[in-house]
């Protein structure tokens, strides 16, 4: 095909400046909760709760849940984990 040269439109006016969006600061935990992707805890929570039984309930639902939950699994794992560590060393 042929190349062909637009001509350029030349809009005279005004010249608008938008001003740059203001930038919210995150403190150092915000920023760490948003960086954490749990992908072993959220392959958990589905495995027990299929194990547990669908019941009626989508399983897309159940992703969902597990989804928005891993975090608070991820957590909720370390916190035992240090539980033991503590019982293991009174021992």
């Given at each position: 095909m042929p190349k062909v040269k637009k001509s350029r439109k030349v809009v005279s006016g005004k010249k608008t400046s938008v001003a740059p969006a203001k930038k919210v600061a995150k403190t150092k935990?915000?920023?760490a909760q948003t960086k954490l992707k749990?992908?072993?805890a959220?392959?958990?929570c589905c495995s027990s709760e299929t194990k547990k039984g669908l019941?009626?309930?989508?399983?897309?639902?159940?992703c969902h849940h597990c989804k928005?939950?891993?975090q608070k699994l991820a957590i909720a794992k370390v916190h035992d984990r240090e539980v033991e560590k503590?019982?293991?060393a009174q021992a």
């Open positions: 935990k915000a920023l749990h992908s072993v959220y392959y958990d019941k009626g309930v989508k399983i897309t639902q159940i928005h939950n891993s503590q019982k293991i």
